[in-house]
C-alpha cells in the first residue's frame, strides 16, 4: 500500500530550525515530482516547495525561499525539508506531496505533520 510518513515537526522558537522527513512506501519517489504543501488555521493549504523527479531541480514559495530546503534522500526513499530562520508565520500543518503525471496521473499526500514556531 502507497503511504507517505511525515515525521520531525514540533515546537520549536523564533529563529530556531527544524527538519521534516517524508518517508515514502508503495513506490519508488525518486521517480515522482515530490513537494511540501502546508495549512495554517483557516488558510488555504498553499505550496511550499517542490523538487523534480529527475534532475533535482527545486522551486519555492516566495516567503520560504532562502530560508527553506527540500531535497530527497533516495537510500531511505525519502524527502526532507530543512527548515531554518523560522518565524511564527511558518506554524502549519505540513503535508508531504508526490505526483506523477504518468500515464496515468497520480497523486499521494501524506497525513501531516504540526510545526508551531513560538516563544
Known amino acids: 500500500q502507497v503511504q507517505l510518513v511525515e515525521s520531525g515537526g514540533g515546537l520549536v522558537q523564533p529563529g530556531g530550525s527544524l527538519r521534516l522527513s517524508c518517508a515514502v512506501s508503495g513506490f519508488t519517489a525518486s521517480t515522482y515530482t515530490m513537494g511540501w504543501y502546508r495549512q495554517a488555521p483557516g488558510k488555504e493549504r498553499e505550496l511550499v516547495a517542490v523538487?523534480?523527479?529527475?534532475?533535482?531541480?527545486?522551486n519555492y514559495a516566495d516567503h520560504v525561499k532562502g530560508r527553506f530546503a527540500i531535497s530527497r534522500d533516495n537510500t531511505k526513499n525519502a524527502v526532507l525539508l530543512q527548515m531554518n530562520s523560522l518565524k511564527s508565520e511558518d506554524t502549519a500543518v505540513y503535508y508531504c506531496?508526490?505526483?506523477?503525471?504518468?500515464?496515468?496521473?497520480?497523486?499521494?499526500w501524506g497525513q501531516g505533520s504540526q510545526v508551531t514556531v513560538s516563544s
Open positions: 523538487i523534480s523527479s529527475s534532475d533535482a531541480v527545486t
Open positions: 506531496h508526490a505526483m506523477t503525471r504518468g500515464p496515468p496521473m497520480r497523486v499521494y
